[in-house]
C-alpha cells in the first residue's frame, strides 16, 4: 500500500512540475529551466522548515515566492531571445542553478550534530513529516490538495482572459502584439507563474523525499518538466497529470518487470508518441470529443427520470 | 613566482583551446541542423557518444590498428546521424517544433540507455594514440594528443566549409537553409538536403567523439549529456547557424573552460561558463556571428 502511496506522491508533486512548464509552453516558450526554479524551491523551504524551525505551508509560501522571483529575475535577460535561443540560456541557467547548489555550503551545529545544505552531499534530513507525526496518507492528501488547487487555478486562468492573452501570445506572437498586447510582460509573467507552481513544488518535493541532491535537479529533470506537458497535450490543463500518470505511473513504475529493458522502450516510446500525436496524447481533438462524450451522457442522464415516469 | 604563475596560465589555455576544437565540431553540427531545419536536435552530442562508442566496439571485433577508429566513428556517425533524421524529424509536421524537440529528448535518453545497455555502463579506455608525444616550446609543452586533437578538427572544419561553398551539394544546403520553398521550385529535394545534413553533421559527430575519447583517454555514457549542454552553448556564443562562429566560440570555451578550471576547480568550472552564456545573451544576443538579417 505504501509503494502507492508514494507513487501518488511522486505523480503529484511530478505534476505540479509539468504545470509550471505547462504555463511557460502556453506562451510558445521552451524553457527547460523549471528544474532550477525547483531546486530554488526545494532548498528554500528545506532550509526554512529545517534551519529556522518554520512550519510548512508559510515555508512553502516563501519557496514559492523565491521560485518566481528566480523565474522573473531569468525571464528578463532570457527572453529577450526566441524560440531555441531560449531553451539553450534555460538549459544553461538550470544547469548554473545546480552547479550553485553541488557548491553550496551552509550548515548549523543543532545538538550535536550538523545539518544544512552540505555542497555535493546534499541537504539531508528534511525531517518535518515525521516529526510532526504525518502519516504517508495525510502527505498524500496534501500533496494532491495542493496540486489540485493549482489545477483548479489555471483552468480557471484559462478561461479567463489572462489565458487568452498567454495562447494568443503563443500561436502568434506578431499579431498578439499588434492588438497591443505588451508579450514581454506577458512572457516574463508566465515564467513567473511557472517559477512559483515550481518552486511550491520543489518545497513539497523537499519535505518527502527528506533528502535532496543537486544531481536530482538536472537536465533530466528538467527535460522530464516539458516532457509532460508536450506528451500530454497543451489544449487542455489535464493532458499534463494524463501525460504524468503515463510517464510515471506507467513507463517507469509499470513496466518495472522489463528489467533493464525498461529504460530502452522509455526514450523509444517517446519517440513513438511524439512521431504518432505530434500534438500530444490530449489534443485539441480528442478534447473535444471528450467533451461531446460527456455532454451526451449528460444528456442522457437527464433523460433517464423522464423515461421512468 | 609571478612568471611561473603566468606560464601555467598560459599553458592551460593553450590545452583548453586546442580541446575547444571538439567543443567546435559539436557547435557546428548543431548549428548546421538549425541552419538547415530550424530545429535543434538534443540528441546530437549523445549520438556522437554513440558513434565512437561504436567505432571502439568495431574495432575491438576486427582488430583494426587503433588510428582506424577515427574512419569507424566518421562513418557510425554518419549512419547514425541517418538514422536519426527517419526517426525523430522525417514524419514530424515541420510546423510542430515542440513535437520535435521531444522526440529528440526521447532519443538522447535512447541513445544514452542503448550505450548503458550494450557496455553494462562501464567506462571504456580509449586507445591513447599519440599521449607519450609531447612538444616543448621554450617554457611550455603541448601535449602530443591535444595537439593530434587540434589538427584532427581543422581539417575536419576545412572539409566541411569547402564541402558547403565549392560543391552542389553544398548550395543546395545553404539554399534550404535560405528559402525551402524556393529550393523546392529548383528542384532541390528538401527531404534530401535535410536527411544528407544529418548525416554529414553525424559525420562531424562521429569524429568530434572519438577526438573526445582521445583526447580524455576514456568514454562514458555520462559524456552525452554535459556535452549536449557545451555544445548548445558553443552554438550560441557563436551565433545560431553561423560556422565561424561555433569554431571560434568552440575554441574560446574550451580555453575559458580550461582557465576557470586552473583558478577555481572542476566543480565551479562549468557555472562560469554558464556565467559567460548569461553575459553574452544580455550584451549581445546574437552571439559573435549572428546572421546578418532576419531571413524569411
Redo the contacts between chains.
Keep these: 500500500m505504501d509503494f502507492y502511496l508514494g507513487l501518488l506522491q511522486i505523480i503529484g508533486v511530478h505534476t505540479l512540475l509539468g504545470l509550471s512548464a505547462y504555463c511557460v ?1 502556453l506562451t510558445g516558450q ?1 524553457s527547460l529551466a523549471q528544474a532550477g526554479f525547483f531546486a530554488v524551491g526545494a532548498y528554500v523551504a528545506g532550509m526554512l522548515t529545517v534551519l529556522a524551525a518554520w512550519p510548512l505551508v508559510p515555508a512553502l509560501a516563501v519557496a514559492a515566492i523565491a521560485g518566481g522571483a528566480v523565474a522573473c529575475a531569468v525571464g528578463f ?2 527572453l ?2 526566441k ?3 531560449l ?3 534555460t ?3 538550470g ?2 542553478v545546480r ?2 547548489f ?2 553550496f555550503d551552509y550548515q548549523v551545529a543543532r545538538g550535536g550534530i550538523r545539518i544544512g545544505p552540505h555542497g ?1 552531499e546534499g541537504f539531508r534530513q528534511i525531517r518535518y513529516f515525521p516529526e510532526h507525526g504525518w502519516s504517508t496518507l495525510d502527505v498524500v492528501l496534501f500533496v494532491w490538495s495542493a496540486v489540485a488547487l493549482v489545477m483548479a487555478a489555471l483552468w480557471w486562468m484559462d478561461r479567463s482572459r489572462a489565458g487568452a492573452v498567454l495562447r494568443a501570445v503563443g500561436e502568434d506572437e506578431l499579431a498578439a502584439q499588434s492588438t497591443g498586447i505588451n508579450v514581454t510582460a506577458v512572457k516574463v509573467s508566465a515564467m513567473a507563474i511557472g517559477g512559483v507552481i515550481a518552486g511550491f513544488g520543489g518545497g513539497i518535493f523537499a519535505h518527502y523525499t527528506t533528502h535532496i541532491e543537486h544531481v536530482q535537479f ?3 529533470l528538467a ?1 522530464f518538466a ?2 509532460y506537458p ?2 500530454g497535450g ?1 489544449s487542455s490543463v489535464f493532458g499534463t497529470p494524463l501525460a504524468v500518470i503515463f510517464i510515471q505511473g506507467f513507463l517507469i513504475e509499470g513496466l518495472r518487470f522489463l528489467g ?1 529493458w525498461r ?2 522502450l ?6 513513438l ?3 504518432l500525436r ?2 500530444g496524447l490530449l489534443d485539441a481533438g480528442s478534447t473535444i470529443a471528450l467533451k461531446r462524450l460527456f455532454v451526451r451522457i449528460k444528456e442522457r442522464a437527464g433523460a433517464w427520470p423522464q423515461r421512468v415516469d | 613566482m609571478n612568471i611561473l604563475d603566468a606560464i601555467d596560465t598560459i599553458q592551460s589555455i593553450a590545452d583548453g583551446v586546442l580541446f575547444g576544437a571538439t567543443y567546435a565540431l559539436l557547435g557546428i553540427g548543431f548549428t548546421l541542423v538549425f541552419g538547415v531545419m530550424h530545429k535543434i536536435n538534443l540528441s546530437y552530442a549523445a549520438a556522437s557518444v554513440g558513434a565512437s562508442y561504436a567505432s571502439l566496439l568495431i574495432l575491438a571485433g576486427i582488430k583494426a590498428p587503433p588510428p582506424l577508429v577515427f574512419l569507424l566513428a566518421a562513418i557510425c556517425g554518419g549512419f547514425i546521424g541517418g538514422m536519426v533524421y527517419i526517426v525523430a524529424f522525417r514524419f514530424i509536421p515541420l510546423a510542430n517544433p515542440l513535437a520535435t524537440l521531444m522526440s529528440t529528448v526521447g532519443l538522447l535518453l535512447l541513445i544514452d540507455e542503448i550505450i548503458v545497455h550494450t557496455t553494462a555502463g562501464v567506462p571504456l579506455a580509449y586507445p591513447a594514440l599519440f599521449s607519450d608525444v609531447i612538444i616543448r616550446a621554450g617554457p611550455f609543452s603541448l601535449r602530443g594528443d591535444l595537439m593530434f586533437v587540434f589538427v584532427l578538427g581543422c581539417i575536419c572544419m576545412m572539409l566541411l566549409l569547402l564541402l558547403l561553398y565549392r560543391t552542389k551539394l553544398g548550395l543546395a544546403t545553404r539554399a534550404v537553409s535560405q528559402q525551402p520553398v524556393a529550393a523546392e521550385l529548383c528542384g532541390i529535394s528538401i527531404t534530401g538536403v535535410n536527411g544528407l545534413t544529418f548525416v554529414i553533421t553525424g559525420v562531424v559527430g562521429g569524429i568530434a567523439g572519438a577526438m573526445i575519447g582521445a583526447a580524455i583517454g576514456m568514454l562514458s555514457p555520462l559524456l552525452s549529456l554535459p556535452l549536449t549542454v557545451k555544445g548548445l552553448i558553443v552554438t550560441v556564443i557563436g551565433g545560431l547557424g553561423s560556422i565561424p562562429g561555433a569554431i571560434i566560440a568552440g575554441l574560446l570555451v574550451g580555453g575559458l573552460e580550461n582557465l576557470f578550471q586552473f583558478f577555481r576547480g572542476v566543480s565551479e568550472r562549468d557555472l562560469y561558463i554558464m556565467l559567460l552564456l548569461f553575459v553574452f545573451l544580455v550584451f549581445r544576443p546574437g552571439g559573435l556571428f549572428a546572421a546578418s538579417a532576419e531571413r524569411d
Design positions: 509552453l521552451v535577460p532570457a529577450r531571445v524560440g531555441l535561443m531553451v539553450v540560456a538549459v544553461a541557467f544547469e548554473a552547479l550553485f553541488f557548491n555535493g538536472g537536465v533530466v527535460t516539458i516532457a508536450i506528451l497543451l533493464d529504460n530502452l522509455f526514450g523509444g516510446l517517446i519517440v508518441a511524439m512521431n505530434p500534438r
